[in-house]
């Protein structure tokens, strides 16, 4: 099978890695747009070519859009219509993006929309680019699939094929659902996580102390401040009402916990602190 | 040497272990107050012996108190009186708190206080109890001597050898700027991520749902919400002030993020991620 992946970063170089690898693909041919990012990605053998998105289409069996999501959502019909064209019609593409109503949407009455499976590979690590790819990323990780009725059977088939080689646990539910929980369970800890990191430069203007003092509990929940503005505006703006309704619950507690610190009630603090540690039970 | 340790979990517990096999200690009497956890900490050799406050002090040479802050400002000033009694002159105390004003002031005007060396060692993980203590769990990382210059020279040096022994970099400050950057870089981070354990569990009913989804950034995010109450009540109490004062700053800026989202303004959004990547350079 040859596996076309166009955006060779953290997510589509770590597939083109295991999937070659692991024999699911026999020629990975990859479409990058940054030059820089092209040359590493070929020296770094995550792709055996760059090539144009046209040719990745034409000579793909499947092509894999690990891009970010706004410009999914553009290029996503453009690959359908090549897939109209004759004799492109058994090609297989998916998407790999964090939120999925709209990237279904834009398709939904595309001739050719059954050729599309819209997926989220729950995996990933604060880091992007190609030099961020690595082995085992999605090795034991959940993977949404979204809508999937509205793919070919076939066509499905082949992309849970594709990502039991990468040791996922597919996980099935509808496209608005997914934006609703993935609002909730990762969205909003990269805003939490952006908004302590700016918290933290803003006060404290000595960088040597940060990092003196950074202990390792500082540094586990900073750590998604890392992540690329690339990848987070367009989320962000494309979950915009599920992420609000998120961050207006946290604010709500946030300021449960200022008012029990402010009035000295140990109680009430202690009641919180019991509440949020029930999380223990559901996360290792 | 003879070290006392009351309170064997996660930080007299892993002190423990590494003084005892890196020579420090001969022998380690521990003091601990819950029945389960002395038999536990006896059972996997934390301590020699369990005795009394009074029989710790008594027999050992140096002691330390790795309680919760609230009950150390309660107990320094009566191992500072059983030092005070003639023939314990010599021995140190030091404590392991996170909050250093209020320890430091409790005992300013005690006429044994230079006996007393305040150090909070910036290491730990979300658990606690002797079960949590581990070897190791101290190389590499930051310990704080708050206010030394009140200590006696040659209980100072001694306490510098301990931490020396579990491979800690010293750093010096006073116990009120102390309390001003832990609020930064430490006390904060517990309620944004206290703070998202609650909004998850609340909105979130479904407990399949959040272990499914849970990707490594929220687990990273949420670590710190399985911290116990017995810890970080007091923390977050004895420290009030500077607690509030970051949690203010940083409630502005997740209203910045909010408004910026709201208004679908992604320069904005871009502009505010760009700067929270700024902590890349400072935190690995």
């Not at 961050?247 to 029990?260: G, H, P, S, V, W």
Request: hydrophobic fraction near 40%; proline fraction near 4%.
């Amino acid at each position: 099978m040859i596996v076309g992946i166009i955006g060779l970063g953290l997510i589509g170089g770590s597939m083109a890695i295991d999937l070659k690898r692991r024999g699911y693909a026999d020629k990975i041919l990859g479409v990058e747009s940054e030059p820089v990012n092209a040359a590493a990605a070929l020296k770094m053998e995550l792709a055996d070519e760059i090539v144009s998105l046209r040719d990745c289409v034409e000579r793909s069996d499947l092509v894999v859009i690990a891009i970010p999501v706004g410009s999914a959502v553009k290029m996503l019909p453009e690959i359908l219509d090549i897939i109209s064209e004759e004799g492109n019609g058994r090609k297989i593409v998916i998407d790999t993006c964090s939120t999925k109503s709209q990237i279904v949407r834009v398709v939904h009455y595309h001739p050719m929309r059954g050729r599309f499976v819209a997926t989220h590979p729950m995996a990933g690590t604060e880091y992007s680019g190609p030099w961020a790819a690595m082995p085992n990323l999605f090795d034991g990780r959940a993977c949404i699939f979204a809508n999937s009725e509205e793919s070919d059977p076939q066509a499905l088939k082949t992309v849970e094929d594709l990502y039991n080689v990468l040791n996922m646990r597919p996980i099935y539910m509808n496209a608005d659902n997914h934006d609703v929980h993935t609002a909730y369970v990762s969205h909003i800890s990269h805003v939490t996580s952006f908004a302590l990191a700016l918290t933290v430069l803003d006060k404290e203007q000595d960088e040597k102390h940060i990092f003196d003092l950074a202990s390792g509990g500082f540094s586990s929940t900073v750590r998604l401040a890392k992540s690329s503005s690339d990848m987070w505006v367009p989320i962000l703006t494309q979950n915009r009402d599920n992420v609000l309704r998120v961050i207006d619950t946290y604010l709500e507690k946030m300021n449960e916990f200022r008012d029990a610190i402010a009035g000295y009630d140990e109680e009430r603090i202690e009641k919180l602190i019991a509440e949020a540690n029930r999380i223990k039970k559901i996360i290792r």
